[in-house]
């Protein structure tokens, strides 16, 4: 039998001429095609190892091994062939080293994958190594390589002529070896019913079976991915869902959201990124409405429903009202049997806000619609100043505003936006201010245009106070949308949802909190297009802005406050923000500059780019490790038009 790799010398009239192209070591098999290929069945005929199914050295060759149909290659292609039947893909390799070491970069895992297993492999996908007292060491693959069977030389000028006539049906898979370098993750062990994990602390035995993981337990453990908890997506590799012998044959992922192992993870925030049409709504849709009707711990004991709070800039969350039309039987059984809420959501209020000669037309969805306007007053009574500093306040600018407004509360109990602007043309204001040094008249002049500079509509329309709404705002198992998609400007959108979430936050972390009802409901608060608000802007407001939120991102799982950030931008929102989000749910992003801000695995997050809609990274250290996972195709609510 002759060897792939070797050209058939009857195919060209004078084969010496290419002696130099060779290496020069074609004299060791003799000059005429007899006698290669006979040095090649010789090769394979003195490789114990091939025989067993393993790695062999590349120069064992028994010249004298028998030529028979029961020996050497033959043999060794026929047990390739049927190792496809057995139940692993292969053993481990000690040909290039075997060792187990803390630092990865040390560690040196690789398993001979056998030929008709070869096919199936692929980088990302999970396997199990047995140890012999029954222990087992889970891994992912993280490379692939074919390396030379046997003693030929395929860069010859005879081999390449030879390849380009026949074409690529003479490769034979057994004439090479085919390794899979392993990335140990962790030991499994049984302790009375129960399977656990640890670190990985020992090596595997040269030539034990490698093969592929298949049960769900033994996954979901290797990974650390909880049983119980908010539902994401199901494992995948590769954008491919992971399939085991199981019923349903799919590997969920969950977050973990109970107090088993501390605070709900909702309450140490979550981050969804995703690019334009990367499925960064709906899979934003089908996580809150995992979370509606849930119920959390609080300090006085009590079990109370979480209340979602989303503010949404494309009219779109308040269509989790309704159901999905796509969403038929067959679907909601599979949902039922792996335990995931769908459908609509019956307390859902879409909470309008009011600007002047400007109207809402909310046709995309039948949720209950509640206008209301910010008073003025709020900037005194949740201390916001920032409210109305514009971003181009300066430093010195800033301390004058904060005077101004005190002065004016003192003097207007409940004041409007109107009168601060009519104390403000108090030219006797102005030149007592100045003579007192409190003030500068240059200074004043610059805040009175700043202040006016804010749209004449948001403040004290013919709608309800937004303080008079906190029951309508937050509701036990309630969804509230506020919609800004109708407002006039990106400045006016901005002042409305800072006052509104400003007003949510202080509540929570308040000692003295102005609702009873934000105070006392766990909360889940939700941003589309975060990077909007939540940016490090170099100016006043900003670094206020900033300031409250970054506090309530650290206080939020005492206080039961969890952030929900969804963003196109990621690397634009604030760091002293971003450090404080424990779950990154990554979807394609293809933007260098934004996946390098998420700060996901590099293996994972070279993938990034390539993700189809709905294929995301879930990294969330308290949760599992970091993986792939891929969305339900369809939304569990209605999405779209």
């Known amino acids: 039998m002759t060897d792939a790799g070797e050209p ?4 060209f009239e004078d084969p010496g001429r290419f002696d130099d192209a060779t290496g020069g070591d074609r004299g060791a098999a003799g000059d005429d095609a007899e006698g290669r290929t006979g040095d090649a ?17 590349a120069g064992a060759a028994d010249p004298d091994a028998p030529d028979d149909a029961d020996s050497g290659f033959a043999r060794y292609a026929m047990d390739a062939a049927e190792a496809a039947t057995a139940d692993g893909i292969g053993t481990v390799s000690v040909a290039q080293g075997l060792r187990v070491a803390e630092d990865d970069d040390e560690t040196s895992l690789k398993a001979f994958v056998t030929a008709g297993n070869r096919e199936d492999v692929r ?5 199990l190594v047995p140890y012999p007292d029954g222990e087992q060491l889970f891994c992912r693959i993280t490379a692939l390589e074919y390396d030379q069977e046997f003693r030929t030389d395929d860069a010859t000028e005879l081999t390449a002529r030879r390849r380009m006539r026949t074409g690529p049906g003479d490769f034979t898979e057994a004439d090479y070896k085919y390794i899979a370098e392993l990335s140990p993750v962790a030991v499994l062990f049984s302790e009375g019913d129960d399977l656990k994990r640890r670190m990985v602390d020992r090596v595997p035995k040269p030539g034990a079976l490698v093969r592929q993981a298949s049960d769900a337990e033994q996954i979901k453990t290797g990974l650390a991915i909880p049983e119980e908890g908010v539902f994401l997506g199901h494992l995948s590799v590769g954008g491919e869902t992971v399939r085991t012998a199981a019923e349903p044959p799919t590997v969920d992922y969950r977050l973990k959201d109970d107090y088993a192992d501390g605070d709900p993870l909702v309450f140490r925030h979550t981050l969804v990124a995703g690019g334009t049409g990367s499925g960064k709504t709906h899979g934003a849709k089908n996580v809150l409405r995992q979370y509606l009707g849930r119920t959390y711990e609080t300090d006085d004991g009590r079990d109370a429903r979480a209340a979602v709070v989303m503010f949404d800039p494309q009219d779109e969350y308040a269509q989790m009202h309704d159901d999905n039309p796509a969403l038929d039987g067959e679907w909601a059984r599979r949902l039922e049997r792996e335990n995931i809420a769908y459908g609509g959501h019956d307390d859902t209020v879409a909470l309008v806000p009011t600007e002047a000669g400007v109207t809402y037309p909310g046709r995309g969805h039948r949720a209950e619609q509640v206008e209301f306007t910010i008073p003025f007053s709020v900037v005194d009574e949740y201390d916001m100043p920032w ?25 207007y109990d409940g004041g409007t936006y109107q009168q601060f602007l009519n104390f403000l043309d108090d030219p006797a204001l102005k030149e007592e201010l100045d003579e007192t040094g409190r003030v500068h008249e240059a200074t004043f002049d610059a805040v009175k245009r700043r202040v006016r500079g804010v749209p004449s509509g948001v403040f004290d329309q013919d709608a309800k ?9 937050v509701r036990p198992g309630g969804l509230t949308v506020v919609p800004t998609y109708h407002l006039s400007s990106a400045r006016a959108k901005e002042m409305f949802v800072l006052a509104v979430s400003a007003m949510l936050v202080d509540d929570k972390l308040s000692n003295s909190p102005r609702s009873a009802r934000i105070d006392e409901t766990p909360l889940v608060l939700g941003m589309d297009e975060a990077h909007n608000f939540l940016s490090g802007a170099d100016n006043v407001q900003a670094r206020q802005v900033v300031s409250t939120f970054t506090e309530a991102a650290k206080q939020g799982r005492k206080e039961r406050l969890g952030l929900f950030l969804v963003t196109q931008d990621p690397q634009d929102i604030a760091d002293p923000v971003f450090k404080q989000v424990n779950t990154r749910l990554v979807l394609n992003l293809g933007d260098e500059e934004a996946i390098s801000s998420v700060n996901i695995p590099p293996s994972l997050a070279r993938k990034v780019p390539y993700m189809e809609k709905g294929q ?4 969330s250290p308290d949760n599992s490790e970091p993986v792939e996972v891929t969305g339900l195709p369809i939304c569990l609510t209605r999405h779209g038009e």
């Open 387 to 411: 409210l109305v500093a514009g971003a181009s306040l300066n430093e010195n600018q800033y301390p004058a505003l904060l005077t101004l407004i005190n002065r004016f509360f003192r003097n």
């Open 8 to 11: 058939n010398l009857g195919d």
């Open 616 to 619: 995301q990274v879930v990294y």
């Open 465 to 473: 106070p937004i303080t008079e709404l906190d029951t309508t705002l």
């Open 123 to 127: 980088i990302g996908k999970y396997l």
């Open 41 to 57: 069945d010789a090769t394979a005929g003195g490789d114990s190892e091939a025989d067993a199914g393993v790695e062999s050295g």
